[in-house]
C-alpha cells in the first residue's frame, strides 16, 4: 500500500493529572482503568503510566474533580497534522472513535498474553517434523511482535525434544513430562496445553495440521473459548499485532484471512511442509520450565489396551509428503495401467508417483498419492506434473516445490503459470523419451 492510501488513525491522546486538583476520593481512576496504569501515592494522588495508556478517556469523566485530561504526546502530535493533512486531501482516515466498555474490557485482557508458542508433536518421543516447520514460521512471528519463541513439550520421557526445539530456534521450553502421558490421549494433553496456556498466557499457538494436532488444538480452541484457523498456508502479522491467518476457501477458489480480534490465544494449525525447514543449529540452547502434570490417570476416563500399528506394506506406504522428487499424474494419464510410465521415471528419478484428485477418482491410484488441498501438501526437490491441468485445489498442494516440471498438450493450461519448465506435448510421448534419455545418460557415466 502506498502512503498516500495508508489510512491514518486520528490519535486519542494519553491521560495526565492537573497540578493540584486531585481530592483524593479514594481512587475512582485506578479503579476504572482498563490497562491498570493508575496506581495511587500515599497521598491518594494517582500516578499515570502513560507508556500502556490507550486513552479511553475512562478516567477523565469519572474524576470527580476534573482532576485528569487527555493530551497528545508530541508524536501524537505530529500524526494528528499527518491526519489532518490526509483528511484535506481526501485521502483515507479513521476517526478515533470511543471504546466502549466491553471493547477496553477486550483489549485490557487480549493485551496480557505475550509470546508465541508451537507444540511440539511427537509419536513416542519422536518429533513431527512439521513442528520444527513451525518454529521456522514461528521464529518470524516472534521476531516481527517483539517476543519470545517457545516450545511446548508434553509426552512421557521426552526431554530431548525440548533441546532439539532449541536448535530450530525456539529459546524456551514448556516441559510436561510424566508417565500418564505415555500414549497420545485427547484428555490428558489437552487439558495440560490449557493449563499451560492459562497460566503463562501466550498470544498465538500454533500445532500441525495433523491427526493428532488437529485434535489437540480442536479440544484447546473449545475449552478456552478461542479462534481456531485450521489448514493455514500463511501467517503474518499486522500493524496492530493481529496473526492474519491465510487459508484456502470456498473449495479453495479464494483465499481467506482471518483474524481472531477478541480471544487469546490466536490458535492456527498447518499441515506438514507448507512451512519451509528452518536450518537446524546445535549450538544454540535455551531455558526449559518445568511443569507438573496438571492431570492424574484416575481422572482420565480413557484407558488405552493397546496400540496398533496401522502403517502399510508395500506401495501404500509410500509417504507422498516426504519424497524429493515426485512424477505425478492426472486424468490425462487415462488408465491406471498408463500410470506404469509414470513409475518407470520416478525409478530412474529416484522419486515416487503422485497424482490429481480426478485421478484418484477415476481409480488411477489411491488416495494416499493425492496432492492438493484434500490430498497431500508437498515441498519436493522435483515436481513433474503430467496430464495435470492445474486446478487451483491441485496448485495449493505443490507449488512452493523447489523446480516444477509440467507436461501438457495443452498450451493454455494453468499448470504452465507455476512451472519452472513447461513441455507443450503428449505425456504419452514426452515421458518416455525422458525416461530413456536418462538411461541412457546413467549407462554411459557407469560405463
Ligand atoms: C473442495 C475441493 C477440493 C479439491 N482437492 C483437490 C486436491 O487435493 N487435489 C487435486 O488434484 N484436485 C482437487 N480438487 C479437484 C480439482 O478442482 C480438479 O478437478 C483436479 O485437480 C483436476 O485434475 P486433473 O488436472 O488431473 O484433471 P483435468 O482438469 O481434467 O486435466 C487433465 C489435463 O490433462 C491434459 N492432458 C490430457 N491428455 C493429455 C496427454 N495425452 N498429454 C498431455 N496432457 C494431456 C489436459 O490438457 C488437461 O490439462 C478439488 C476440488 C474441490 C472442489
Not at 496506581?39 to 499515570?48: A, C, T
Not at 487527555?70 to 470511543?98: I, S
Not at 505415555?182 to 498465538?204: A, D, Q
Not at 504452465?416 to 525422458?434: C, H, L, N, R, S
Request: proline share 4%.
Amino acid at each position: 500500500m502506498d502512503e498516500k492510501n495508508k489510512k491514518i488513525k486520528k490519535p486519542r491522546g494519553v491521560a495526565r493529572l492537573i497540578s493540584g486538583k486531585c481530592i483524593a476520593c479514594g481512587g475512582r481512576c485506578e479503579a476504572t482503568c482498563p490497562k491498570g496504569c493508575i496506581k495511587m501515592e500515599d497521598n491518594g494522588e494517582p500516578i499515570i503510566e502513560t507508556k500502556d495508556c490507550i486513552g479511553c478517556g475512562k478516567c477523565v469523566k469519572i474524576c470527580p474533580s476534573e482532576a485528569i485530561e487527555m493530551y497528545l504526546t508530541p508524536e501524537e502530535l505530529e500524526l494528528l497534522k499527518q491526519w489532518e493533512a490526509q483528511k484535506a486531501a481526501g485521502g483515507k482516515v479513521e476517526e478515533a472513535e470511543e471504546l466502549t466498555e466491553e471493547e477496553a474490557a477486550i483489549l485490557a485482557k487480549i493485551s496480557a498474553y505475550k509470546g508465541v508458542w508451537v507444540y511440539v508433536e511427537h509419536t513416542g518421543g519422536q518429533a513431527a517434523t512439521v513442528s520444527w516447520e513451525l518454529l521456522g514460521v514461528g521464529a518470524e512471528l516472534a521476531k516481527t511482535l517483539g517476543v519470545e519463541l517457545c516450545a511446548v513439550v508434553i509426552g512421557d520421557n521426552v526431554e530431548h525434544l525440548c533441546k532439539e526445539a532449541f536448535y530450530y530456534g525456539a529459546s524456551k521450553a514448556y516441559l510436561v513430562d510424566d508417565p500418564v502421558f505415555h500414549n497420545y490421549r485427547t484428555e490428558s494433553y489437552y487439558k495440560s496445553v490449557c493449563y499451560l496456556v492459562e497460566k503463562y498466557k501466550p498470544e498465538i499457538l500454533l500445532t500441525g495440521a495433523t491427526g493428532l494436532g488437529r485434535d489437540v488444538a480442536g479440544a484447546v480452541a473449545t475449552r478456552l473459548l478461542t479462534g481456531l484457523t485450521a489448514d493455514c498456508t500463511g501467517l503474518a502479522i499486522d500493524d496492530k499485532r493481529f496473526l492474519l491467518q491465510t487459508r484456502p476457501a470456498f473449495g479453495g477458489n479464494i483465499m481467506a484471512t482471518i483474524v481472531t480480534e477478541r480471544t487469546r490465544p490466536q490458535m492456527s494449525t498447518v499441515r506438514p511442509h507448507v512451512m519451509p525447514m528452518p536450518e537446524r543449529d546445535a549450538t544454540l540452547s535455551g531455558e526449559i520450565i518445568r511443569e507438573s502434570s496438571p492431570v492424574r490417570e484416575e481422572d482420565i476416563l480413557t484407558k488405552v489396551l493397546e496400540v496398533i500399528d496401522d502403517r502399510r506394506e508395500g506401495a501404500d506406504a509410500i509417504d507422498v509428503a516426504a519424497a524429493e522428487v515426485i512424477v505425478s499424474g492426472g486424468r490425462g494419464m487415462l488408465n491406471e495401467e498408463n500410470f506404469g510410465i509414470l513409475q518407470e521415471l520416478a525409478d530412474e528419478l529416484g522419486g515416487v508417483v503422485g497424482c490429481s484428485r480426478a485421478a484418484v477418482e477415476a481409480g488411477f491410484m489411491p488416495l494416499e498419492r493425492q496432492v492438493g488441498q484434500t490430498g497431500k501438501t508437498v515441498r519436493p526437490k522435483i515436481y513433474i506434473a503430467c496430464a495435470i491441468s492445474g486446478a487451483i485445489q491441485h496448485l495449493v498442494g505443490m507449488q512452493d516445490s523447489d523446480v516444477i516440471i509440467a507436461i501438457n498438450r495443452d498450451r493454455s493450461a494453468a499448470i504452465f503459470e507455476v512451472a519452472t519448465y513447461g513441455i507443450v506435448g503428449d505425456v504419452f510421448k514426452v515421458v518416455p523419451f525422458i525416461t530413456s534419455r536418462l538411461k541412457e545418460l546413467r549407462c554411459k557415466k557407469a560405463s
